[in-house]
């Protein structure tokens, strides 16, 4: 039988060479790990995959010349990592609205108008019988139809020449804002269907009356009666011959309808003269009762169109008859703003009659 002493003896035989071999390993010095490589700030590391892009963020600092700085060379942070590449995400498409059905039908397509005229509105019942329509211009080509006028040289008609003057200025007019009322527009002034068998043909020119009362119903800003001549040169303004009244009577005489707007009439015909004379355009100013200014209730001239030289056949030069048209529709855009209608005779009658007032008994 084994005692106690015995086994503990027999223990420490068992640990003894564990103990002779850690003493050995404590006496042998101990082994320093390797030191690890310094890295300088701005290398890359291991090469990145080759598929995937690189990033730099930063850039090197300038490196100071050789032999003039001790000090170490500063860089600025460089490091290189992986970026997944964009990709382009598609937009939602924008809804389109619903079509709204609509049950009205389509409008047939309609053939544009070359010449298209200026609608006119005639003055209602509310306006004053003494006010102007400052933006109107009245225009009368004279003659026409069966009426040629005069003649200019050999083959030239006054009512060709006077449409065309028409025509120039109604464009001018028109641009500049003017609503332009034209008595006549074309040559053919007769029906299209003949007169029935037994009766008188009507006849083939727009009487004067027919003139005037178109353009006494515009209440215009201005009247011109265009004409032509082959006499003199340049440019013949006249006015109505009749004396001035101081005031529009209630009830007018047809033939002497004018002469309450005399002064208007003087003074437009000094506006007209001051711009051809600055376009350079030969004038003469006179008085004559051409008719029908004598009957117009407005502001109104005869303006009669002389050739540019003493060959009647310039009277036609395009550039003549545009140099003229300017120079009246520019000078008819301050006068607008000038005419002023007569006074009339009832306004007058209540200024002058003493206003009686009533005392409460």
Known sequence: MISPPQIR????????????ALGQTNSQPKKQPPAPKPIRLGTPGAPPSAQTPQVNIGTPARQAAPGTATQQPQRVLTQ???VAPKTAVPKPAAPKPAAIASTTPAAAPTAPIAHPRPAFKPPTASTPAGAVNRNVIVLDPAHGGVDSGSRIGDNILEKDVALALAFRLRSL????GFNVILTRDSDNLTPDTAPPAGTAPPSATLALDDRAGIANHARSSACLLLHA????IGV???NSELAPA????????????????????????????T????????LVVSSASVRPVDSLTCPALVLELAPRTSDPATINDGSYQQRIAEAIATSLI???????????????????APETKVVPR
């Open 80 to 82: 290189s990592f992986p």
């Open 236 to 238: 013949h303004l006249y």
């Open 9 to 20: 003896s027999f223990a420490t035989l068992l640990t003894l060479p564990a103990l002779l």
């Open 229 to 232: 001549t082959g006499s003199g």
């Open 275 to 282: 711009a051809l004379t600055r376009a350079h355009i030969p």
């Open 173 to 176: 007019l028109t641009a500049r």
């Open 246 to 273: 101081p005031e529009e009577a209630e009830q007018l005489p047809w033939l002497t309808a004018q002469a309450a707007w005399v002064p208007q009439s003087e003074k437009l015909e000094k506006a007209l003269a």
């Open 334 to 352: 301050f006068w607008q703003n000038q005419v002023q209608p007569p006074t009339r005779a009832s306004d007058s009658a209540k200024t002058a």
